[in-house]
């Protein structure tokens, strides 16, 4: 690890003005002023130094390990402890009252604070974490009755992407034994939730809306979805208390392991090249720290890079492997985390885009990917009144920060550390697409339309 004293470069100040202009101004003019120096980067004025970062022992914190045991914190002068927090909620909490810096975060969570859904803060992210890594994993039992419903290929294993539409005959099997049928996911603005919801939707199947006075997001419910911390759901399965889970890497291959469950499908094939995590801090601090966010950016992004070069997967998963960090077996972190997914004990198969950390501009913070999350907050009540669709444009510029990602991206460029074809051309939304499980397509630039294509959910008329 490289050495935690770094010589200090002369610096241009960021001028004042940041402080005493509005946010618009504050945006355009943070860390306009840097000296080149010969080392590999190059030095802002780093406002506070001494940073306390958050994460969840799941595989995709990975880019924080990694800016930290690769020195790549060091390289912008930053000196970062990364503490493992108990759950969801307690890294929300933290970060809003400050004990933390910045933390690894559902990419729901700053979107609902913003949006009025639970409590309500103005946090910001400047980098996405990663994409896809996620699964939906199902008891021996469930699976069980599940399979006769899903076609073999021609090496006898089952087809995939496995359909929610295998599940609904033992959902009707339940509900005629008068049993409820229950599932797992972290957190109710979490990816998880919206997955699993939108593959048993795509299938017909209700999992339950919510209301302004019920927040539970059970109504009329055909499966009882609720909340799970991410370690606890191999062991709550394994107990009955659910039938399944929807859950980050490594607790679908612990199932695995443990021969305790069967994951049925990954969010690569609900969503193909999904935003699943990323890294907030509130408002507030970039607005008194912006050189400081900066160079956290830069580091973070160097880390997904390293990730995603060929080779440094093991190396990544030794890191994980260890107690501070994700704290999981070699063999169950590697087991997703090197291009391969094991769905059943024994088929294993290729899924190189399982983990994504950069490659397809996976660490900028697009506008369409922070807008999506929102549809599906109205979708399902969770935001229980219509909205125009600006104010799904400008809720999510509050939120997401490009500006930022960008300074730092071109900090990188100009030091050799990324090429200059990775910083994206866009207006920060991704052109439509249907890469989904149920073929809807959908499109950023247009919220209501996408929200009443669903037979399943809210409609909503153009508001004005």
Known sequence: MKSLFKKSTLILPV????????????????????????????????????????????????????????GFFEDEGLFVSVEAQSNWKNVLDRVIDGQL?????????????G???????????????????????????????????VPNGSDGKPVHPIKADALKPVITEYKNSGKPFKMGMVFPVSTHNYEIRYWLA??????????ADNVQGQIDADVLLSVTPPPQMPATLEAGTIHGYCVGEPWNQQAVFKGIG???????DIWKNNPEKVFVMTEKFVEENPNTA?????????????LDEPGNRAEAVKILSMSQYVGADEAVIANSMTGTFEFE?????????FNVFYKYNATYPFYSDGIWFLTQMRRWGQIPEAKPANWYAETIKDIY????????????????????????????????????????????????????????????????
């Open 15 to 70: 001028a004042a003005l940041l402080f005493s202009c509005g946010n618009k101004e504050k945006k355009e003019t943070i860390a306009e002023n840097v000296v080149p120096e010969t080392s590999k980067t190059k030095s802002l004025e780093i406002e506070k130094p001494q940073l306390t970062f958050g994460f969840i022992k799941l595989t995709d914190m990975a880019p924080l390990a990694i800016a930290k045991e690769k």
């Open 101 to 113: 810096d910045g933390s690894h975060m559902l990419a729901g969570q700053p979107i609902a604070a």
């Open 115 to 149: 949006a009025g859904f639970g409590r309500q803060a103005k946090l910001v992210t400047a980098f996405s974490m990663d994409l896809n890594g996620n699964a939906i994993t199902v008891s021996n039992d469930v699976w069980s009755k599940m399979k006769p419903n």
């Open 202 to 211: 795509a299938a017909g199947i209700n999992p339950g809306m919510y209301t």
């Open 262 to 268: 069967v994951p049925v499908v990954t969010n690569l």
């Open 294 to 306: 900066i160079a956290v950016t830069k580091a973070l992004i160097r880390a997904g890079k390293w």
């Open 345 to 353: 004990k024994g088929d294993k198969r290729d899924m190189a885009d």
């Open 401 to 464: 920060r490009p500006d930022i990602w960008t300074k730092a991206a071109k900090l990188l460029v100009e030091e050799g550390n990324i090429p200059a074809g990775d910083i994206p051309t866009t207006d920060g939304y991704k052109p439509a697409t249907a890469d989904f499980i149920d073929g809807t397509t959908y499109d950023g630039k247009d919220p209501i339309s996408y929200i009443n294509s669903f037979k399943i959910g809210n409609k909503d008329e153009a508001v004005q």
